[in-house]
Each structure stands twice: as C-alpha cells, then as structure tokens.
C-alpha cells in the first residue's frame, strides 16, 4: 500500500512538473519553441534511462521536424525488450541517416550481450562508425568463438582497460579459455589494469587465473595496505604484489621503492623488472631526476604502451639519443608510426650522424610525415629545409556549389541542433553529411559553416582536404576589430591568441568546459574576476564572460600576465594557461639548464595539456604566415626553455650548437 501511493505521489509529481514545462512554453506563444522545449525534455528522459517519460513527450512531439530522433529517443530506452522487426523497421524507414548507425551501434551492444552472434554478425558490416571498442571486442569475440585467430588484433585493442565493460572483458576470457591468450596475456592485463586504476577489470582478471580476487582489489584501491601484507607466494601474487608497487608510487615512489627493494629477495628477476617499470612510469609523471635509474633498473620488462612513450621521454629529456633510437625502434609498429615517434627516430639519428646512410634514413623519415599539418608534421618540414608557407587558395566557393549544401537534410539537422545548442547531435550530423563529398565540396561546406557562423564546424571540416585548401577556413579571425586593438595595446603576438583561441573553443562563443571555463579563450568565473580586478573592470559578473568583447579583454590580459611571469616563453604561457601556473612551475623547477622546447612538450606530463601546447603553436605558426604574409619557423617559435632565473645570453650560449 505505501509503495502504492509513494508510485502515485511520484506520478503526479513528474505530471506537474511536466505540464508546468509545456504551460510555461505555451506561453512563449510559438509552436516551434514548445516543440523544441519538449524534445530537449525527451532527450533528458532517454539519458535517465526513464522509457515512460520518453513515451510521455515523445507523444507531444508527433509533427515534429526531426520524427527520426524522436522515435530513436522513444526506443532506446526499452531497446533490450524491443522486437527485432521494431527495430529493423526503424532502420529501414530512415536508412542512411546518421541516427540510424547510432541505433545500430546500440543494438550490436544488446545482441552482444545476448550472445545472439547471427544477428550481430548480419548488422555489423552495416556499422559504419565502427568507432566503439566495445562493440570491437564483441566483433572478435564472436570471431573466436568461430575458432578464428583473433590473438593479435586483440592485442592491440586492448590498451585501456578502463574502456572495457562486460565486452572486452568477456573476450579476455574467451581467448583464455580458448588457449589464444597464456598467463603472460592476462598478467599484462593484469599491470594495465593497476596503471589504469580499473579495479573491476583486475578483479576480473585475477579470477581468471583462479587467485584471489580480494587482494586484487586492495591492489588498486588500497595499496598501502597490500604491501604492508607481504609479497605472497606464486606469480599470481607477486603480479597482485608489482600492481600495488604501482599503485603506491602514483602516491609516494619512496615508499613504493622501499616496498620493492624489500620484496626484491622473493621476486624473480622479470618480476623485479616489471615492478621497477611500474615505478618509472610513475616517476616519469613527476620528472623526477631518479627516474631514470629506474627505467634502467626496469630493462628487460615487457612495458605498457604508456610505458614504452615515458621511457623514450625520459631519454629525450636527458639527451640520450642513443636510447630514443633504441626505444623507438623497439615500438611496435602501430605506435612507431605516430608521428611523434617518427619525428624524434629522425632527429636521432640526425644527432648522431654515424653514417650518410642514417642521415638518409633521417630525411627519409621526416619526409614521410612532412605533409601533415600537425606539430611534427611542421618540424619535419623544417628539418627537409622548407619553412612553413601558405599555399594559394583555388578558385572561390560560390553560391551555387553552396546551394547543394544548403538543401542536404544532414546539414539541416545540423543547423537545428546547433540552434537548440545540441553540440553533440549537430556536430555527427554535421560529420555524417560530410562522408560523401569531394573535397571541393567540403569547402563549400565549410563556407556554408562560416555563412551560418559555425565556424568551428568551418574549420573541422576544412582541415579535411588535402589538396584543394583555404587556409583562411582553416585559421579563421573573427572579432579582429575588437582583438587587434587589445594585442596591439598589450604588446601581444595577436597570432599566438588566435592560435590559443582555435584550440580553447574553436570559435564556439557560448562555449562551457566541464570545469566551467567560459567563451573564446575559456576563461575561468575566478579568474576572470581576479583580471578583472587587476585592471580595474568595475562591476564584473560572471555573465560578463559570454560577451566577446569582455571575454577577449579579460583572456588576453590573463594570458599577458601569464606570459610576463614565464619570462616571454610562449611555450611556457601556453602550458600555463591550461594547466595552471604552478603545475607549470612545478614542471620548470624540474629543468636544470635549457632544453629545447619540443623536448619539454613531449614530456608534459598531462596529455591534454601535452596535446594543447602543441596544436597552439602550431595554430600560432600558421596564422603568423597569414598575417606576415611570409614563411614562418616553427623551431624559431618554440627556441629553449630555462630555469627560471636564466639570462637570454646564458639560454643562448647553453643552447648554442646542440641541436
């Protein structure tokens, strides 16, 4: 009886709450704007996972302009008791639209989990994204379960055991049991998993070889406490025994090297290696200067992905190239291919130069990747003896090559879900409508983005070609009215804001981060509060950041006082900017003499920020070309980083013939 009338209390609550959100938009006196306001409602009951409230505005919205998401909204939260012939009908009825490959990536989800392989095996060559590691690990489950070799190409899959959920852990232990994987498989995804911190997945793993999964999870999550028990006898527990080792030395690597120097007796010499890795990979993060004895005391490990990138950081930082090209090489081939790593194998055997014939292999590898318009495509490009340039634009886009573009209904489902402010849904509109064109056509629509003021899809969707291209697409300048004055006052290079900007919020105005940053240069309520202050803004609110003009004046003079405390670094600034200043100076103290600025971005510890720096500098490279009119230099950009406290002669004289 209670539960009776608390299932009431709540039903006639959600209707109150409902009806008072269609009242308030009636309100508004325009159809469209309740239509829309109850599809944002039905939205927020899909990821509630609530099918009633789904059924309840699905059923207001039967003219509505987008009928494909509001059908797809109303099935996928009763997906898993759905008929086959509901399903195949919607895809059918709306076959090769965007949300029809959304739905199917769902369903192969929920026929994995059945373990209805017919089925999945008949829908997945229609997956057209096939961007879901999930589903992957089902496509080779099912593989196995054939008695195909899978082995090898689930090993390369699984690198993040964090990703996993039931299905890749479901092909772990089909590849097991089927003999594709050994013990060595499972302990490596054992390390992964305490590097990871996925507790579930080493869990998981541990019972698998029959050990006791209660330590594994104390592993993880309470290393102190596992370590302070003892090593344990037999691998399963000395592999349980390196994951806590791990674990400890993300806290504190002394205690964690107390810990194994203590164990070491009992461990067997691979054993000691792998807990040593674990340690490194750890210390790596702090740029701590033991960090590479422990690398060395690690030699002979298998090593992680994560691990096999921070060992060759380390040996960049210290110089030792003969180490990079060791590391490098000994990448698998996947990752030796990144362009990182193909650029530092160059510039090591540059270095070296023991033989015209590694000198060719040097210039044969930046010539490989000197097309790309990345960070190290551009440093490749200068190591052949080109400078970055921008090439001429073709013929202009016209109006009736746009016209096409226009009329697309992918296209046009974008522009109503970027007016509902729906990113998501717009932006894999946007991308679906793209998969057919030409590149010509892609910068028609491109500059039906611009027309539209999208210019972040104008700029995603330029950068795409790669022979016919417009730079001016590419690194757009917005408000320049309002930023040529402000840089032009404060002494900034305008080319390295914009270069920050296009990376910050790809021109999106009404930009929100997950931390609250706000508009174009995403700048913190805080923060831009305390610039505020600095320069006498009166009457700051919050609010303020969304207005382009009080964004750009608060941003730019937060990056120049950023920039004036890291000595005029931009590499520096830049990094600060995104991390914050004292993680920046935290890194900086690590430095003893100057270092060349590529080696210090590669070893950011932070990936985001690692990955931040490098598209600024090179956004900076590019819009400076634009707006000089002339070839730029990358390396010129980036110079040295020092200590603090360097003089510029003392930079230049340390720095002075070391390549």
Same mark, same amino acid.
């Given at each position: 009886?209670?539960?009776?009338?608390?299932?009431?209390?709540?039903?006639?609550?959600?209707?109150?709450?409902?009806?008072?959100?269609?009242?308030?938009?009636?309100?508004?006196?325009?159809?469209?704007?309740?239509?829309? %306001?109850?599809?944002?409602?039905?939205?927020? =009951?899909?990821?509630?996972?609530?099918?009633?409230?789904?059924?309840?505005?699905?059923?207001?919205?039967?003219?509505?302009?987008?009928?494909?998401?509001?059908?797809?909204?109303?099935?996928?939260?009763?997906?898993?008791?759905?008929?086959?012939?509901?399903?195949?009908?919607?895809?059918?009825?709306?076959?090769?639209?965007?949300?029809? %490959?959304?739905?199917?990536?769902?369903?192969?989800?929920?026929?994995?989990?059945?373990?209805?392989?017919?089925?999945?095996?008949?829908?997945?060559?229609?997956?057209?994204?096939?961007?879901?590691?999930?589903?992957?690990?089902?496509?080779? +489950?099912?593989?196995?379960?054939?008695?195909?070799?899978?082995?090898?190409?689930?090993?390369?899959?699984?690198?993040?055991?964090?990703?996993?959920?039931?299905?890749?852990?479901?092909?772990?232990?089909?590849?097991?049991?089927?003999?594709?994987?050994?013990?060595?498989?499972?302990?490596?995804?054992? !390390?992964?998993?305490?590097?990871? #911190?996925?507790?579930?997945?080493?869990? !998981?793993?541990?019972?698998?070889?029959?050990?006791?999964?209660?330590?594994?999870?104390?592993?993880?999550?309470?290393?102190?406490?596992?370590?302070?028990?003892?090593?344990?006898?037999?691998?399963?527990?000395?592999?349980?025994?390196?994951?806590?080792?791990?674990?400890?030395?993300?806290?504190?690597?002394?205690?964690?090297?107390?810990?194994?120097?203590?164990?070491?007796?009992?461990?067997?010499?691979?054993?000691?290696?792998?807990?040593? =890795?674990?340690?490194?990979?750890?210390?790596?993060?702090?740029?701590?200067?033991?960090?590479?004895?422990?690398?060395?005391?690690?030699?002979?490990?298998?090593?992680?992905?994560?691990?096999?990138?921070?060992?060759?950081?380390?040996?960049?930082?210290?110089?030792?190239?003969?180490?990079?090209?060791?590391?490098?090489?000994?990448?698998?081939?996947?990752?030796?291919?990144?362009?990182?790593?193909?650029?530092?194998?160059?510039?090591?055997?540059?270095? +070296? /130069?023991?033989?015209?014939? /590694?000198?060719?292999?040097?210039?044969?590898?930046?010539?490989?990747?000197?097309?790309?318009?990345? $960070?190290?495509?551009?440093?490749?490009?200068?190591?052949?003896?080109?400078?970055?340039?921008? *090439?001429?634009?073709?013929?202009?886009?016209? +109006?009736?090559?746009?016209?096409?573009?226009?009329?697309?209904?992918?296209? +046009?489902?974008?522009?109503?879900?970027?007016?509902?402010?729906?990113?998501?849904?717009?932006?894999?509109?946007? #991308?679906?409508?793209?998969?057919?064109?030409?590149?010509?056509?892609?910068?028609?629509?491109?500059?039906?983005?611009?027309?539209?003021?999208?210019? %972040?899809?104008?700029?995603?969707?330029?950068?795409?070609?790669?022979?016919?291209?417009?730079?001016?697409?590419?690194?757009?300048?917005?408000?320049?009215?309002?930023?040529?004055?402000?840089?032009?006052?404060?002494?900034? %290079?305008?080319?390295?804001?914009?270069?920050?900007?296009?990376?910050?919020?790809?021109?999106?105005?009404?930009?929100?981060?997950?931390?609250? /940053?706000?508009?174009?240069?995403?700048?913190?309520?805080?923060?831009?509060?305390?610039?505020?202050?600095?320069?006498?803004?009166?009457? $700051?609110?919050?609010?303020?950041?969304?207005?382009?003009?009080?964004?750009?004046?608060?941003?730019?003079?937060?990056?120049?006082?950023?920039?004036?405390?890291?000595?005029?670094?931009?590499?520096?600034?830049?990094?600060?900017?995104?991390?914050?200043?004292?993680?920046? !100076?935290?890194?900086?103290?690590?430095?003893?003499?100057?270092?060349?600025?590529?080696?210090?971005?590669?070893?950011? *510890?932070?990936?985001?920020?690692?990955?931040?720096?490098?598209?600024?500098?090179?956004?900076?490279?590019?819009?400076?070309?634009?707006?000089?009119?002339?070839?730029?230099?990358?390396?010129?950009?980036?110079?040295?980083? =020092? *200590?603090?406290?360097?003089?510029?002669?003392?930079?230049?004289?340390?720095? $002075?013939?070391?390549?």
């Amino acid at each position: 009886m209670i539960s009776a009338l608390k299932w009431i209390a709540g039903a006639a609550a959600f209707a109150a709450v409902a009806f008072s959100t269609l009242a308030h938009a009636d309100d508004l006196g325009d159809d469209g704007r309740r239509a829309d %306001d109850s599809f944002l409602l039905l939205r927020d =009951a899909v990821r509630q996972d609530d099918a009633s409230k789904a059924d309840f505005y699905a059923a207001r919205l039967g003219d509505y302009s987008i009928p494909s998401y509001v059908e797809y909204y109303r099935l996928k939260p009763r997906l898993k008791d759905a008929s086959y012939a509901e399903i195949r009908d919607f895809m059918k009825r709306y076959e090769g639209q965007a949300i029809v %490959d959304r739905l199917r990536n769902d369903w192969l989800l929920d026929l994995g989990r059945k373990r209805d392989w017919a089925t999945f095996d008949e829908q997945l060559p229609l997956f057209v994204l096939n961007d879901d590691t999930q589903v992957k690990c089902y496509a080779l +489950q099912s593989r196995a379960l054939k008695g195909q070799k899978v082995a090898g190409e689930a090993r390369e899959l699984l690198t993040a055991p964090n990703g996993y959920g039931e299905p890749c852990a479901g092909l772990i232990a089909t590849l097991y049991q089927a003999g594709q994987f050994n013990a060595d498989d499972l302990y490596a995804q054992l !390390r992964l998993s305490g590097e990871f #911190n996925a507790t579930g997945q080493a869990r !998981r793993i541990v019972a698998l070889l029959d050990g006791n999964e209660k330590k594994a999870v104390q592993a993880v999550d309470l290393p102190a406490i596992a370590l302070a028990k003892g090593v344990g006898s037999g691998r399963v527990e000395h592999e349980i025994y390196i994951v806590a080792i791990g674990r400890m030395a993300k806290t504190s690597t002394k205690l964690a090297v107390l810990a194994l120097n203590k164990a070491a007796p009992k461990l067997s010499p691979q054993e000691q290696q792998e807990a040593w =890795a674990a340690v490194a990979l750890q210390s790596s993060y702090s740029l701590s200067p033991e960090t590479t004895e422990y690398w060395q005391k690690s030699n002979g490990a298998p090593l992680s992905i994560d691990q096999m990138q921070w060992k060759t950081r380390i040996a960049l930082r210290n110089g030792d190239w003969k180490q990079v090209e060791k590391n490098i090489r000994a990448m698998p081939a996947s990752l030796r291919a990144d362009p990182a790593w193909v650029y530092w194998l160059g510039r090591a055997l540059m270095v +070296q /130069a023991g033989s015209i014939q /590694a000198t060719g292999e040097a210039m044969q590898l930046f010539r490989s990747i000197s097309d790309q318009s990345n $960070f190290y495509g551009l440093l490749a490009l200068e190591e052949t003896g080109k400078l970055v340039t921008i *090439p001429l634009p073709g013929p202009p886009i016209t +109006q009736a090559e746009i016209a096409p573009i226009a009329a697309n209904p992918n296209f +046009q489902r974008a522009l109503k879900f970027f007016g509902m402010r729906l990113r998501f849904e717009g932006t894999r509109e946007w #991308n679906w409508g793209l998969r057919s064109l030409n590149e010509r056509e892609h910068l028609a629509a491109a500059e039906f983005a611009r027309q539209n003021n999208i210019l %972040d899809r104008m700029v995603n969707t330029s950068d795409r070609t790669r022979i016919q291209v417009d730079y001016t697409q590419r690194y757009p300048s917005p408000h320049i009215d309002i930023m040529h004055p402000t840089t032009q006052t404060l002494g900034l %290079d305008k080319a390295w804001v914009y270069g920050l900007i296009r990376q910050e919020s790809r021109f999106i105005m009404d930009a929100q981060s997950h931390v609250g /940053a706000s508009g174009l240069m995403q700048v913190m309520p805080s923060t831009g509060r305390w610039v505020a202050k600095k320069i006498g803004l009166a009457d $700051f609110a919050q609010e303020m950041l969304s207005d382009v003009r009080t964004n750009i004046l608060l941003g730019a003079n937060y990056l120049n006082m950023v920039l004036g405390n890291m000595d005029g670094s931009q590499v520096l600034a830049t990094a600060a900017y995104n991390a914050g200043p004292g993680r920046l !100076r935290s890194w900086r103290s690590t430095l003893t003499k100057p270092m060349d600025s590529a080696v210090f971005i590669e070893s950011i *510890p932070f990936v985001e920020t690692r990955t931040y720096v490098k598209n600024v500098m090179s956004n900076t490279t590019y819009y400076a070309a634009l707006f000089e009119g002339r070839p730029q230099s990358l390396k010129a950009r980036l110079g040295t980083v =020092a *200590p603090r406290g360097y003089t510029e002669q003392e930079q230049q004289e340390s720095s $002075f013939g070391s390549r």
